[in-house]
């Protein structure tokens, strides 16, 4: 089949690469032709394991094609998708739909024949409604039918994710549609991945409600983890003996400094402000918001506590910068607000991220980013592990040790034991565990 993507950002380039390598053949459009030509030149734009190698197979195969003129690839398409951001809108939180209305306009005057135009960006309920007013007002012979077909990608395994879903949530009323959706995601059969076709509405609040019941395990394990501090127990005894009941399932169950990322902090914001449009407020939804937002700065009270106090003058060495392992993404990263909080305190920065430190320079002022954790970790007062990269789980102890000038190390991710961090010389504090 024939597939045009509108946006090369996160979405579109991963689902763009993947529906290639199913053997379709894709093209990516973007309005920003630096971009596109980094991209024609085998540069991606962004870090995801995997992703160059899978790109550049499918350019070479002559299945995948980056453009900035989407008049032939659309009018060509059997479905052309909308992959463009949503952000979250100032002053309102709502997320900001104009990309997505502006890509259906253009969109519109393009289509040639049967097509199925599909919003893969996250968007709040009712957004097909008027992605499908917007092309038939623009374009009233226009035959086409708008679906919703939302991601369901975790940066850092997108691929395997796209490849490999848990399932593939189609929104439409149109039987047609649905046959061409069902094609193009004909290879997951294979695997006999369930493919959900309901309706419109329903799709699009799914992605939000599956985001936010995460967001909200993070959120209360993150809470469990004081408690646990407050009475002697162990957050990651307690994550276990939950987690292994079959209703509750031990993901987003460990305890750490609060969510980041590009979905979780603008989906949890936008449905709150959905609920509250439609006169249904989400009380656990707005507590989680509140719960994340004040938790991030909380870890720099932890870092503070833990140096006596005071941090005035010291030189805190951080590990990770990006809100999780294997991707370079800052947006809403807990490091953020730590690094701000620490020097508000008067504390001196060191950093060090595998891939994010390019992303945090534009986000970070007076850090001195370094060339590796040790590096970073050189003549630093005490070390704070923000990111559990897997470089930093076995870490050389011994030089960690004689390289801090004091052997203060705060664990935000608990990737070490703290009996044998105590054994080993180090001040050792981490979330959640009193033992």
């Known amino acids: 089949m024939r597939v045009a993507m509108i946006g090369t950002g996160y979405v579109g380039l991963v689902s763009g690469a993947c529906f290639a390598d199913f053997g379709h053949v894709v093209t990516c459009i973007d309005k920003d032709a630096s971009k596109i030509d980094a991209l024609n030149g085998g540069e991606i734009p962004i870090y ?5 190698q899978l790109v550049a197979k499918n350019v070479d195969e002559e299945r995948l094609f980056f453009t900035t003129d ?3 690839a659309i009018a060509e398409a059997d479905a052309v998708f909308i992959a463009v951001g949503t952000p979250t809108r100032r ?7 104009s990309y997505v209305y502006a890509a259906s306009e253009e969109i519109a005057g393009l289509l040639d024949g049967f097509t199925v135009v599909v919003t893969k960006s996250t968007v709040p309920v009712g957004t097909g409604d008027e992605v499908e007013a917007i092309i038939a007002k623009t374009n009233p012979d226009a035959q086409f039918a708008v679906v919703s077909n939302p991601e369901f990608l975790r940066e850092g395994a997108a691929i395997s994710d796209f490849k490999r879903p ?3 949530v189609v929104g439409t009323d149109s039987e047609d549609a649905a046959k061409v959706m069902r094609e193009l995601y004909r290879p997951l059969f294979l695997n006999e991945t369930p493919i959900i076709v309901t309706q419109r509405r329903t799709s699009e609040l799914i992605k939000y409600a599956a985001n936010a019941f995460l967001a909200v395990k993070i959120t209360f394990i993150n809470e469990i983890a004081d408690l646990c501090e407050k009475v002697g127990a162990n957050v990651q005894e307690v994550s276990r003996g939950i987690g292994l009941d079959n209703r509750i399932g031990n993901k987003f169950l460990h305890a750490g400094p609060g969510y980041g990322g590009s979905c979780f902090p603008k989906d949890t914001l936008a449905l709150s402000r959905i609920g509250q449009d439609a006169g249904s407020e989400l009380k656990i939804v707005d507590s989680v918001i509140e719960v994340n937002a004040a938790r991030k700065k909380k870890m720099a009270d932890k870092v503070i506590a833990h140096m006596g106090g005071d941090v005035s003058g010291k030189t805190i060495a951080l590990l990770g910068l ?9 947006r809403e990263a807990p490091s953020i607000d730590i690094v701000a909080k620490l020097q508000e305190a008067g504390a001196k ?3 060090y991220d595998p891939a994010s430190m390019t992303e945090a320079s534009h986000l970070m002022s007076d850090v001195l980013f370094c060339d590796g954790p040790y590096h970073a970790i050189e003549n630093a007062d005490a070390v704070v592990i923000v990111t559990e990269w897997d470089q930093f789980r076995a870490l050389d102890l011994d030089r960690v040790r004689q390289t801090l000038t004091a052997p203060n190390v705060i664990d935000l991710r608990n990737i070490y034991q703290s009996d044998y961090m105590i054994e080993r010389g180090f001040k050792y504090t981490s979330v959640g565990r009193a033992y």
Request: charged content about 35%; cysteine-free; aromatic content about 4%.
């Open 166 to 168: 848990d399932r593939v």
């Open 91 to 97: 002053g309102d939180g709502h997320a900001d739909l």
């Open 349 to 351: 920065i060191r950093a």
């Open 70 to 72: 989407p008049k032939t």
């Open 322 to 330: 990006a809100f999780k392992p294997n991707t370079d993404d800052m």
């Open 48 to 52: 995801e394991p995997g992703l160059q």
